[in-house]
């Protein structure tokens, strides 16, 4: 189908495009941004004025509740979602039940996304065996299967010989390990260390569960690099959450470590005084942290020392919500919050300019791009034009209403989670329409 997208705000950061133009799509690709080509006849138009046109989002943390829920039909309403929050390609996690530790398991889920024609889901395969932490997993074959990089999602892996041996494998095969660097014996609490978690009762995360991890990673890494010579493995960290973490990646990227990085939308936005009254919405892993953590945070993604921005999208059932604060389960939805919540601290970064504007949608699309391309496993077709506006590329985009304006509560998400620490929040800009290989995957 041939798809006209007329006189929208075109802005591709990785380009620096940002010009309001027609978009012709054909055969699942960009045919043309600006002139129409000869010949070209639309079979249908899209109204794109006073809209912007962006790459579609990439988000690199996304639960899907599969396998596991098959039974609640839970990854229709999670791809759903995504679609409708302008996201064409995720990454799933491999906590999943069963875990994704096996290549038929891998195979099934990619099978069964497909089948949706919705978001394009990119898995990461289990770092070790049912993601106890004691026997590497096949990764040759989940690489086969079609996992992009390998995690132990959030199970600890207290034992520091099985993570080398686990970075020497990934380094001899080109494969990109992601870890979320939290200490298993720092990091049993319910909520950040400090002067509010005392006051509530609650067990504190001291920021030294985070600092002490990456001290681990980085310094395995230096012996991988010290033994192979330049590049060594690559270590994409997931969620860092303090002020101290940002200072340990800033200098491992000063001194050539491979490292990359993302931060939660959350962590990115909220501080602890919003657990509130015990707000089990605010239950999240890793926890919110105190104002100077989240300043850091938002300086290090504004200046590309944390490359990419996520939703960290967990569905949590109601009744799992509806406990108190200690026992309720963490998470929290995400996908359809992610492009709104990153605009609304783009603008408020770049005050005058479009800098943080620019900056923040490269974050959530261009650069996990690059994070996702940086790994041996990601799938060439699929990151053809992956988070950039690109002539011959997938047609993978969104087209975004700045102007509209709609309010956080369960009835406006098509997520089955209902559960955000930004319920009730009033939100700047909305998706109206989501485009996946050249396809109308939603229009609103």
């Not at 394009?120 to 070790?128: I, Y």
């Not at 509530?200 to 890494?221: D, N, Q, R, S, Y």
């Not at 800033?250 to 490292?259: I, N, T, Y």
Request: hydrophobic share 45%; glycine share 10%.
């Amino acid at each position: 189908m041939n798809i006209l997208i007329e006189q929208g705000r075109v802005i591709d950061p990785a380009s620096g495009r940002d010009e309001v133009a027609d978009v012709m799509v054909a055969d699942g690709r960009i045919a043309s941004i600006g002139a129409v080509p000869a010949g070209f006849v639309p079979d249908r138009r899209i109204d794109a004025r006073g809209c912007w046109v962006l790459p579609g989002l990439v988000d690199l943390a996304a639960r899907l509740g599969e396998p596991g829920n098959e039974h609640a039909r839970m990854l229709e309403s999670e791809m759903a979602a995504a679609v409708a929050g302008g996201v064409t390609s995720l990454v799933c996690p491999p906590d999943t039940d069963p875990v994704l530790d096996e290549p038929g398991l891998v195979e099934m889920l990619r099978t069964r996304a497909e089948r949706l024609h919705q978001a394009r889901v990119l898995p990461l395969g289990a770092l070790t065996r049912g993601l106890q932490g004691q026997t590497l997993s096949e990764m040759l074959q989940l690489t086969e299967a079609g996992c992009v990089a390998f995690a132990q999602a959030d199970a600890p892996l207290p034992n520091p010989q099985i993570l080398l041996r686990a970075l020497q494998y990934a380094s001899t095969f080109g494969y990109a390990v992601w870890l979320r660097p939290q200490d298993p014996w720092l990091g049993q609490g319910v909520a950040a260390s400090g002067p509010l978690a005392m006051r509530m009762g609650l067990a504190g995360i001291p920021a030294t569960a985070e600092t002490i991890a990456l001290h681990v990673i980085f310094e395995l890494m230096r012996s991988l690099r010290d033994r192979n010579g330049a590049g060594g493995v690559r270590v994409h960290l997931r969620r860092l959450s303090s002020a101290a973490g940002v200072a340990l990646l800033r200098q491992a990227k000063a001194e050539g470590l491979a490292v990359t990085a993302d931060v939660s939308i959350n962590s990115l936005l909220l501080t602890d005084a919003d657990i509130g009254y015990y707000d089990s919405r605010a239950r999240l892993v890793p926890p919110l942290r105190q104002a100077r953590d989240r300043d850091a945070l938002q300086a290090a993604l504004a200046d590309g020392t944390i490359d990419a921005l996520v939703s960290d999208h967990t569905p949590v059932e109601a009744d799992a919500k509806a406990r108190p604060f200690a026992e309720a389960e963490p998470g929290a939805t995400g996908l359809e919050l992610l492009l709104p919540l990153a605009v609304q601290w783009g603008q408020q970064a770049g005050q005058a300019s479009d800098a943080g504007l620019l900056r923040a949608i490269a974050a959530i699309t261009h650069a996990p791009a690059q994070v996702l391309q940086s790994g041996q496993g990601a799938p060439a077709s699929e990151s053809d034009g992956c988070g950039r506006l690109l002539e011959g590329g997938n047609a993978d985009l969104c087209v975004f209403d700045p102007a509209a304006r709609w309010r956080v509560t369960p009835e406006a998400l098509k997520s089955q989670s209902k559960h955000t620490p930004f319920f009730q929040h009033e939100l700047p800009g909305q998706v109206r329409a989501t485009l996946v290989a050249g396809r109308v995957a939603y229009e609103g």
